[in-house]
């Protein structure tokens, strides 16, 4: 595990996947507030590329932060930021998952000078200011599958859910609909989650994060001149593919690569078809 020093003198953790293998990729882990251990790496990505893993703060290795608002995602942004300076790289490739699109997509506005390529996996659209319903229309397609009766339950207790236990408990039973089968591969990634999630950072993430600074990241976005991939799956319930799609047209040269039978984690349910895809953007065959 390294360390570098962020610009508030917390020094936070980060791991090199395949070190050598070429131009360093900065892969971020969202939850929000998950340790970054689930990213893994990434259905073999790291055979071509460098994948520089950071554990933002309050997950993995990395500390608490002293202040609450480093937890929000523009906040982490700086984080990336100062990750770039530690590693001594003028621009580089940003990978990012799930909420942590949003620090990815923070990162863009304020310092998409730096960046090469975007890669934004299994995105939200809160930023966007627009909470697409197809996720709960794929869950409700999914009705027929063996776990969905009691998927369905757990999601619809956790909002009532009062200790981190019993949250726990729900997103194990919950856990299938974020995946595009159920199988022992896609069973074992899942039953990490619970134990990876953190609790202060996930509550904080987009602490103090208003409309005037929400719409100013939106603008910044239109003057990213990096290409930029947004992969989504056609049977995530968690975000779904609508978002991704709102997300690709905030960037002037966003696209987005829908891949089917996948959920939200596509280098779990189909690493054959993620990796080639994702590996190409990186070479520069899509930009």
């Known amino acids: 595990m390294n360390r570098y020093t962020s610009y508030d003198s917390v020094e936070l953790a980060y791991r090199v996947l395949g070190e050598g293998a070429g131009p360093p990729v900065v892969c971020l882990a969202g939850g929000p507030g998950r340790d970054a251990a689930y990213l893994g790496d990434l259905g073999g990505l790291d055979a071509h590329h460098t994948l520089v893993v950071p554990d933002s703060r309050g997950t993995g290795a990395s500390p608490p932060s002293p202040d609450v608002a480093g937890y929000a995602f523009p906040a982490l942004a700086e984080d990336v930021e ?67 009766v009691d998927a369905y339950v757990a999601v619809h207790s956790l909002a009532t859910a009062d200790n981190l236990a019993e949250v726990r408990s729900l997103l194990r039973r919950a856990a299938p609909m974020a ?34 600074l929400r719409l100013t990241l939106l603008r910044g976005l239109r003057q990213v001149h990096c290409p930029a991939l947004v992969v989504t799956g056609d049977l995530d319930a968690v975000t779904g593919m609508r978002a991704g799609e709102l997300v690709a047209a905030s960037f002037p040269r966003g696209v987005t690569r829908p891949l089917h039978g996948v959920g939200h984690f596509p280098w779990v349910d189909e690493p054959e078809m993620f990796r080639p895809l994702v590996d190409e953007f990186l070479r520069g065959v899509s930009a």
Not at 111 to 137: C, F, K, M, N, W
Not at 182 to 210: K, M, S
């Open 82 to 148: 100062a990750l770039r300076v530690h590693l001594g790289l003028e621009r580089f490739a940003l990978l990012a998952h799930d909420a942590a699109c949003a620090t990815a997509q923070a990162y863009a506005a304020t310092h998409g000078e730096h960046l090469t390529h975007l890669v934004l996996i299994a995105p939200g659209s809160r930023l966007q200011g627009e909470l697409p319903t197809d996720a709960e229309e794929i869950f409700e397609s999914r009705a027929t599958e063996d776990w969905w």
């Open 179 to 212: 995946y595009g089968r159920w199988d022992a591969e896609q069973r074992a990634h899942a039953a990490t989650e619970p134990d990876q999630l953190n609790p202060v950072p996930r509550a904080a993430f987009w602490q103090g994060v208003d409309e005037p």
